[in-house]
């Protein structure tokens, strides 16, 4: 399954932005789309997950409250809303899949690329 992101760009501090990843096949209901990033230097981090079948989402605790992750099912598509982005939300996101929940990198499949996201202060 490849999964390709996009939505990145410059926004400034407090601005949103929507991602969207579009898998290359649908994904079973006992799967997971994840949203990962990766600022310069830094390892990549969790930021986002949510079930394929029920739509029960997990956050990280660094976006809790400004981000939302969704799921459109007939499109086959997963969001991830960015509210109040800070200049600390810099980085690449990607999205994967696992199956099942997992904040670790090492449990998802990440095929595609990500999109850059740019926040100004």
């Given amino acids: 399954v490849q999964l390709q992101a996009s939505g990145g760009g410059l926004v400034q501090a407090g601005g949103s932005l929507r991602l969207s990843c579009a898998p290359s096949r649908r994904l079973f209901s006992s799967h997971l789309m994840g949203w990962f990033r990766q600022a310069p ?38 969001y991830l809303q960015m509210d109040i982005l800070k200049p600390d939300d810099t980085a690449g996101y990607y999205c994967a899949y696992a199956t099942s929940y997992s904040t670790r990198e090492s449990d998802y499949n990440f095929l595609g690329q990500g999109t850059q996201v740019t926040v100004s202060s």
Avoid: C, H, L, M
């Fill in 41 to 78: 230097g830094k390892e990549r981090e969790f930021v986002a997950a949510i079930r394929w079948g029920s739509g029960r989402t997990y956050y990280a605790d660094s976006v809790k409250d400004r981000f939302t992750i969704s799921k459109d099912g007939a499109k086959n598509t997963g």
